[in-house]
Structure formats: C-alpha cells, structure tokens
C-alpha cells in the first residue's frame, strides 16, 4: 500500500448513548479515528424494493490497519454517513478494505 494512493480523508465513527436535554437516552456518534484512505470503488446502482425503486451509492475504501472496526461503526466522508458493509483484511494487518453504503439524504 503506497502512501500516494491514499489520498481521502475519512472519519471512523462509533455509535455511543448520551442523554438530550431531557434526560432521555439517545444514540450519538463519537470519533474514533481520522484515516486517510483510497477510494477503490463508487458504484451506484438502481434496484426495485419493497420501498419502490431505490439508488445505492456504495464506496470501497482502502485504508492501513487499524483494529477495532466492526460493521457498527460508520465512515463520515465529504459531509455524508457511510454504514459499513463489509470488512476485509489487506495483508497481516497491513490494511482493510472497507465496502460502505451511504445513508441518509
């Protein structure tokens, strides 16, 4: 993995519960770490749901090690929210390539 490549900057969020200003639970999201990273891929693809016809826009990320990232994280890039899909291990803990789907409008 070449450092040239990694050329996106993205931001690896985990979901955490903090109290609104009412004292009721409510999930927010806490900063776990600030990557730079490879975009491999950016499909977007047109299917028919159960909610009608649908638009995915799902992106592949390249990004070096880090351990701890689960499917319940989430990828902040450009302003938008990223759920993971799918991870994969680059190497022996040289990297990842993470397969995420935006979410949200």
Known sequence: MRSGN???VIQIQRPTTALDMYGAPTTAWALVATMRAQK???AITDREGQRGDTT???ITFRM???DGVTLENRIAY???QFKIM???EVG???GLDITCERVGP
């Open 86 to 88: 799918a991870i994969k």
């Open 40 to 42: 491999l891929e950016n």
């Open 92 to 94: 022996r803990h040289v």
């Open 56 to 58: 995915d826009n799902v």
């Open 6 to 8: 990694l050329d996106r």
């Open 64 to 66: 070096r090690w880090i």
């Open 78 to 80: 450009k302003g938008q």
